[in-house]
């Protein structure tokens, strides 16, 4: 049959060079508001009961929040014939031909619908998850942090094959329909509908009578939700009744008679197996815990850094000691304390005296808190660190050379700087393990494509201590060449606005060191040219003003941080009292509390777009 679920597999890629085409939705698809805590859930209700002259208390619908990605699809004559990503709200992403290979989105339904949108959440289920990260292992692909970002991948592949192997789904949670015609007053009534006529609705939502009901429902499933195999970070709560939706309606981002309870941050217990310790590119040693692993907040944790040996005697944490971890932010896996202490008691695992990568006595540095190892040209390590920071994506890019392929070129001696990368040929390469002849080619070409970068790039890629991406954009917007960097004083770094006496002598102990500058003509040598930097300021419209950006947008963060440089403004990773707006997309994390925290307006994409252009 022409519908079967064995042929769900979208139109294949016509070409390298194809994009995503923009698809701009006929009703704007809404964030939601967050609560945190169960008082706040119960004032919101209370609020919308004392502004509208509730008589009685609305029902409430209650579903989990699922962790994945927002689309619309748009079927005509019971026919899927569009699906698009949520985008900004107004203006989204086709990528239809991948969403037909979903199992759980119907290619058609046998009742008779001329027009229907139906809004969901594609997501992967954490089994799906686990066998993907399986196989990229055997394969030495790229291991995905959580099923979130493992499901956003899938779905903006550019091959719908690609997508298909994904082992994707979707929960179905609203259907823009003609409601009068099909007799569908309420969001409980809209879900059965949805379910009758072929979706995948998620079984869990409850109808709840009161804001107690509903608040029992976010306690039930805190803990409960660990057993699912998918990922939820809370509970969205709606105003059942459309016509009471349609009196409360929205603000400017979000609709009043809705929000999302936020579960707290999982706190799970597990026991460190090993304290390994690392070398960075810089020589900095950082002991991090190799944990028995255990499922935290959508992934697998198995490792967490302990930052600095401070940190390991204030926890008084050793081997075999039972602890509690969470992941910081949602994001990155940290431990809390130490529940219980393994039976032979042995106190705070000590700080290393050598360097467990070349051997050389460790020495610690004024004013810092961690230990070093000084071998800086000839630990194995640091090599490493600083060639795969070199080849990194905010650095030169160099798309294939990963990890895996790094420590091979330093083992067998075939690299010791990055200036190395550029005298190997594809005969270097079919030396090291699993490389084939056209995989060999590509990273030959990739590595000579890479001589010509942006200046920006360029010093980034060289590692100055102190300076990172946001500073080496700065400098080569200041200095226009890389020949004026190299040659400028103290004076002259220090004139650039946030840059200070630390920044500034790092830079000039880095040009003034023998290595580096052999590094550099080395790299000249071999045709690695930075472009001159030209100014792509448009605008004064920013001016003073800096932005923190964060949560999903329509576009990568690197646009929106353009558009703000370009138009005189300044991005800031951390929200301060100096920050103007926080520019706030999808799941935005805790930078949204630490802004009402400190009073910082909080802007969506529509109104960041208004700001630009009509100062």
């Given at each position: 049959m022409a519908d079967s679920p064995t042929k769900k597999v979208g139109t294949s890629v016509e070409s390298s060079e194809r994009k995503f085409s923009q698809h701009k939705h006929k009703e704007r698809l809404y964030s939601l508001d967050n609560t945190y805590s169960y008082d706040d859930l119960r004032l919101w209700y209370e609020r919308l009961i004392k502004n509208y002259s509730l008589d009685e208390q609305p029902e409430l619908v209650c579903e989990l929040k699922i962790d994945g990605l927002a689309i619309a699809l748009t079927y005509k004559k019971s026919e899927f014939v569009l699906g698009a990503t949520r985008g900004d709200g107004f203006v989204g992403e086709d990528i239809t031909n991948?969403?037909?290979?979903?199992?759980?989105?119907?290619?058609?339904?046998?009742?008779?619908?001329?027009?229907?949108?139906?809004?969901?959440?594609?997501?992967?289920?954490?089994?799906?998850?686990?066998?993907?990260?399986?196989?990229?292992?055997?394969?030495?692909?790229?291991?995905?942090?959580?099923?979130?970002?493992?499901?956003?991948?899938?779905?903006r592949q550019l091959d719908p094959e690609i997508t298909r192997q994904r082992d994707l789904s979707m929960f179905s949670y609203y259907g823009r329909i003609d409601s009068n015609e099909y007799k569908i007053n309420s969001h409980s009534q809209m879900l059965e509908f949805l379910k009758e006529i072929g979706f995948n609705i998620n079984p869990n939502f409850k109808l709840c009578k009161s804001i107690d009901d509903a608040i029992d429902y976010c306690k039930y499933w805190d803990t409960k939700r660990q057993s699912?195999?998918?990922?939820?970070?809370?509970?969205?709560?709606?105003?059942?009744?459309?016509?009471?939706?349609?009196?409360?309606?929205?603000?400017?981002?979000?609709?009043?008679?809705?929000?999302?309870?936020?579960?707290?941050?999982?706190?799970?217990?597990?026991?460190?197996?090993?304290?390994?310790?690392?070398?960075?590119?810089?020589?900095?040693?950082?002991?991090?815990?190799?944990?028995?692993?255990?499922?935290?907040?959508?992934?697998?944790?198995?490792?967490?850094?302990?930052?600095?040996?401070?940190?390991?005697?204030?926890?008084?944490?050793?081997?075999?000691?039972?602890?509690?971890?969470k992941k910081a932010a949602e994001i990155i896996p940290k431990v809390i304390c130490v529940t219980e202490h393994a039976k032979n008691k042995a106190g705070a695992f000590l700080p290393p005296e050598f360097c467990p990568s070349c051997g050389t006595r460790l020495v610690p540095v004024d004013g810092e808190v961690n230990l070093y190892c000084p071998n800086t040209l000839g630990c194995p390590e640091q090599i490493k660190g600083r060639?795969?920071?070199?080849?990194?994506?905010?650095?030169?890019?160099?798309?294939?050379?990963?990890?895996?392929?790094?420590?091979?070129?330093?083992?067998?001696?075939?690299?010791?700087?990055?200036?190395?990368?550029?005298?190997?040929?594809?005969?270097?390469f079919l030396k090291l393990d699993l490389i084939a002849e056209k995989s060999a080619d590509n990273l030959y070409k990739q590595i000579q494509?890479?001589?010509?970068?942006?200046?920006?790039?360029?010093?980034?890629?060289l590692?100055?201590?102190?300076?990172?991406?946001?500073?080496?954009?700065?400098?080569?917007?200041?200095?226009?060449?890389?020949?004026?960097?190299?040659?400028?004083?103290?004076?002259?770094?220090?004139?650039?606005?946030?840059?200070?006496?630390?920044?500034?002598?790092?830079i000039i102990d880095f040009f003034s060191n023998s290595f580096?500058?052999?590094?550099?003509?080395?790299?000249?040598?071999?045709?690695?040219?930075?472009?001159?930097?030209?100014?792509?300021?448009?605008?004064?419209?920013?001016?003073?003003?800096?932005?923190?950006?964060?949560?999903?947008?329509?576009?990568?963060?690197?646009?929106?941080?353009?558009?703000?440089?370009?138009?005189?403004?300044?991005?800031?990773?951390?929200?301060?009292?100096?920050?103007?707006?926080?520019?706030?997309?999808?799941?935005?994390?805790s930078k949204i509390d630490k802004a009402l925290g400190l009073g910082v307006k909080i802007i969506n994409e529509e109104e960041f777009n208004n700001l630009l252009n009509n100062l």
């Open positions: 991948n969403l037909k290979t979903i199992k759980t989105i119907p290619d058609k339904f046998a009742a008779n619908i001329s027009d229907l949108e139906v809004r969901g959440e594609i997501f992967m289920p954490k089994s799906a998850f686990e066998a993907l990260n399986k196989k990229q292992m055997e394969v030495g692909g790229k291991l995905f942090a959580n099923p979130r970002n493992a499901a956003s991948g899938s779905l699912l195999d998918y990922a939820t970070d809370g509970v969205v709560i709606k105003i059942n009744d459309f016509n009471l939706q349609k009196e409360i309606g929205y603000t400017s981002r979000a609709p009043k008679w809705a929000t999302a309870f936020k579960f707290p941050p999982e706190e799970v217990s597990t026991v460190v197996e090993n304290i390994e310790v690392n070398v960075g590119r810089s020589g900095a040693v950082t002991p991090v815990a190799v944990l028995q692993p255990v499922y935290v907040s959508g992934s697998t944790v198995q490792r967490a850094t302990l930052h600095n040996f401070d940190e390991i005697k204030r926890l008084n944490i050793n081997i075999g000691d039972r602890v509690l971890i060639i795969e920071y070199w080849v990194s994506k905010d650095c030169m890019d160099i798309d294939g050379l990963g990890d895996n392929i790094v420590s091979q070129l330093v083992d067998r001696g075939l690299v010791k700087t990055p200036a190395d990368l550029y005298s190997l040929e594809v005969d270097d494509q890479s001589k010509i970068t942006s200046l920006g790039r360029f010093i980034n890629s590692g100055i201590r102190h300076v990172g991406k946001e500073t080496s954009e700065q400098l080569a917007s200041f200095f226009g060449t890389f020949d004026a960097l190299k040659n400028a004083d103290y004076n002259q770094i220090q004139k650039i606005d946030g840059i200070g006496d630390k920044i500034a002598l790092s580096n500058n052999d590094l550099l003509n080395r790299l000249e040598h071999y045709g690695v040219i930075p472009l001159k930097a030209e100014s792509s300021k448009k605008s004064d419209k920013f001016a003073n003003m800096v932005f923190v950006i964060t949560g999903t947008l329509s576009d990568t963060r690197d646009k929106f941080d353009k558009i703000i440089k370009d138009n005189g403004g300044k991005t800031s990773s951390s929200v301060s009292k100096k920050t103007s707006y926080v520019l706030a997309g999808e799941n935005p994390g």
